[in-house]
């Protein structure tokens, strides 16, 4: 199986931004998306966005659209979600996750259960 680590996590000012790293490693061939998520104290975890593997086709969450963007570098098995214009409302710890199935260009793939591998998590918290 996959594991993913998480890294880029931290304390930022409201309107700062965070690039959060997600690298998978071990058996990575049959990944066919990646996505983040988070989780706010006494909340449910909440998907963010998705990439697919193969084509780079992307996802949001409306919360995040136009100020978060989800990326790939597929030879380095990573994954990176750029967050700008942040907000308070946005700390969290934020999840990185794998799929193993195949997903169209259509599907939201924006369900906890839809996904095979998780990271342990980083906490991105925004002042303000």
Do not use: H
Not at 1 to 16: D, F, P
Not at 114 to 119: I, L, T
């Amino acid at each position: 199986q996959a594991q993913l680590v998480e890294s880029g996590g931290g304390l930022v000012q409201a309107g700062g931004s965070l690039r959060l790293s997600c690298a998978a490693s071990g058996r990575t061939f049959n990944i066919y998306g990646m996505g983040w998520f988070r989780q706010a104290p006494g909340k449910e975890r909440a998907f963010v966005a998705r990439i697919k593997r193969s084509n780079g086709n992307t996802y949001y969450a409306d919360s995040v659209k136009g100020r978060f963007t989800i990326s790939r570098d597929n030879a380095k098995n990573t994954v990176y979600l750029q967050m700008n214009s942040l907000k308070a409302e946005d700390t969290a710890v934020y999840y990185c996750a794998a799929r193993n199935t195949y997903f169209s260009d259509t599907y939201y793939a924006s369900r906890e259960n839809e996904y095979d591998y998780w990271g342990q998590g980083t906490q991105v918290t925004v002042s303000s």
